[in-house]
């Protein structure tokens, strides 16, 4: 875990996609897929498992999130996936929005559930474990970070977004990233 927090905070951006059909239907849980490319992007120190973070759709309010990353072994799926639940509630779905998100923490690595009933109470734990941790200051300042606000040309860390490089902990074009939005 030592090498993940090297990564973390993680940017990502992209157009949501069409997922697995599940969460709203089945787990009653809402989720905004991010596409292939996306997901092959993540860097190996970006272990499977459920994080927490700040989304944000479009132009719209920047809003608490718990993501998955990984293949979702309750259902077996055959391709790694990161699915975003934002701690929202939208009134009309938004496939080929744009989705920005930041990962700032680690929740727990993914596990099989004997039953849907389990794994719908690990779920709403984990969103009451983001919220809690998204209150405490030092994640709650990414909230308003510049990240959420510039245009952007890319889709993850470590590539240039309009001038500004994002890489990690810090906006490299004189800027320091997120110390810049907590004063």
Not at 2 to 19: D, E, Q, S
Not at 153 to 161: A, D, H, K, P, Y
Request: charged share 25%; aromatic share 10%.
């Amino acid at each position: 875990m030592a090498a993940m927090g090297k990564r973390l905070p993680y940017f990502a951006v992209g157009t949501v996609v069409k997922g697995f059909g599940r969460g709203s239907k089945e787990l009653g849980i809402p989720t905004a897929n991010f596409p292939e490319h996306v997901v092959e992007q993540l860097p190996d120190e970006i272990t499977t498992g459920i994080y927490f973070g700040w989304a944000r759709v479009d132009n719209g309010p920047t809003f608490k999130m718990v993501m998955s990353i990984g293949w979702n072994p309750y259902y077996k799926n055959e391709r790694k996936s990161m699915e975003t639940h934002i701690m929202h509630v939208f009134e009309d779905d938004f496939y080929g929005s744009e989705l920005r998100v930041v990962m700032l923490g680690y929740i727990r690595g993914e596990k099989n559930f004997k039953s849907l009933e389990e794994l719908i109470s690990a779920i709403h734990s984990d969103i009451a474990e983001s919220d809690r941790q998204l209150s405490l200051p030092e994640y709650e300042k990414y909230k308003d970070h510049s990240f959420f606000t510039e245009k952007s040309e890319t889709n993850c860390n470590g590539v240039v977004m309009n001038g500004i490089h994002v890489d990690n902990r810090k906006l490299v074009n004189g800027s320091t990233g997120p110390s810049d939005n907590s004063s």
